[in-house]
């Protein structure tokens, strides 16, 4: 009997003192939780506006007081940010105009060599980065030069236009001057399965470039008149970049892609090169003797951090609806992008940007 006691007793003390330990636990995590609710709040008061926020400068090379800034363009040009661990990183959009602001603001950098290995992207984004380049060359009076790596075709040609000189590697691909808006239609296997389409639209025009139906006359005339549009626009813009006629920049804007020696023999590049010849041009260019090669880096402070962090533990959990494509929605869009670099491009429904 007193060992039947004994044991109860026991049992008792354990379930007692796990219930407490649980108890604590959950204590210890709640206030945990509002500590950093509490210190996050406090520290994003103390957060510098996105735009007047100073970039960490590295210099990876040469030497003396004046400065030339390597900037790179790698990727698919968007305007939409991507997640990581613990935090935001910017858009290549934004990245790039955070970047030309310092070094405009910054009197020792005489020089921009934009690094860029990218098939394109989006129009708008890929203007955007074009136009904050020419704002820069002319409220600067310095010298931009593009370094071209693997490829920097369509929209990558596009932004680089806008630069002073133009250095290809022999092995890059570039070219694919021209716009696309990549749509798959699966009208007869939506036919063959009986399947229905029953979106409820305010006219015609509304489900245009749907793959459920098959595209009409009108509808195709209608997406045709914008991409020519946007081609247009970027034959002017290339035209006037490499001081080229229309005519022969449109013998050259069929789409296709060029080698390197391809690009120089036809005008769209002004030497062959590397990393280090485009350096010694922007030297050049520039009257310097010396130089220090730098980049910038964004460093992440303690209330961004916690920001981040936050958002990957809650996140966003609401459910959109939208009377059309939402930011976050890969839908079809106009683009200066070259497919092949990438075949399943083809079969990811690009944003609007």
């Known amino acids: 009997m007193d060992d039947n006691k004994k044991k ?11 219930a407490i330990f649980f108890f604590m636990c959950c204590v210890v995590l709640f206030i945990s939780l509002m500590g950093l609710f509490v210190v996050k709040s406090v520290l994003t008061t103390q957060v510098e506006d996105e735009s007047t926020k100073k970039l960490t400068e590295t210099v990876i090379g040469g030497s003396g007081i004046n400065k ?9 040009i968007t305007g939409q940010s991507t997640k990581k661990l613990f935090q935001e990183t910017s858009s290549i959009v934004d990245s790039v105009k955070q970047q030309l602001e310092q070094a405009r603001t910054d009197n020792e950098v005489k020089a921009v060599i934009l690094e860029i290995n990218s098939p394109g992207g989006g129009i708008t984004a890929s203007d955007i980065i074009y136009k904050k380049v020419l704002e820069f060359k002319e409220e600067t009076n310095k010298k931009v030069i593009v370094c071209m790596q693997d490829v920097a075709a369509s929209g990558a040609y596009y932004i680089s236009a806008a630069a002073d000189k133009i250095i290809s590697h022999p092995t890059t691909i570039t070219g694919s001057i021209g716009v696309i808006m990549p749509l798959i239609n699966i009208a007869n296997l939506v036919e063959k399965y009986g399947i ?11 489900s245009i470039g749907s793959p459920l139906k098959k595209m009409s006359d009108d509808e195709r005339t209608v997406l045709y008149d914008i991409v020519d549009e946007m081609y247009t626009r970027f034959v002017n813009i290339i035209a006037v970049g490499r001081n080229m006629k229309i005519e022969d920049v449109k013998k050259l804007a069929d789409g296709r892609i060029y080698t390197g020696k391809q690009a120089l023999d036809n005008g769209l590049v002004d030497q062959l090169g590397y990393i280090d010849d485009a350096i010694t041009l922007a030297k ?19 209330a961004e951090i ?17 009377l059309h494509a939402s930011a ?5 869009g106009f683009m200066y992008l070259w497919t092949g670099y990438q075949q399943n491009y083809l079969f990811k429904w690009p944003s609007f940007n």
């Open 328 to 332: 976050d929605n890969d839908f079809p």
């Open 306 to 322: 916690f920001e981040g962090s936050m958002d990957n533990l809650f996140g966003n959990r609401t459910i959109k609806f939208s």
């Open 196 to 206: 229905e389409d029953n979106s409820i639209k305010s006219g015609d025009m509304k």
């Open 284 to 302: 050049d260019i520039t009257d310097l003797k010396e130089a220090k090669i730098i980049k910038y880096k964004k460093m992440f402070n303690l």
């Open 68 to 76: 030339i800034l390597l900037i790179p363009i790698k990727g698919v």
């Open 8 to 18: 109860s007793r026991v049992g008792f003390w354990i379930s007692t003192s796990l």
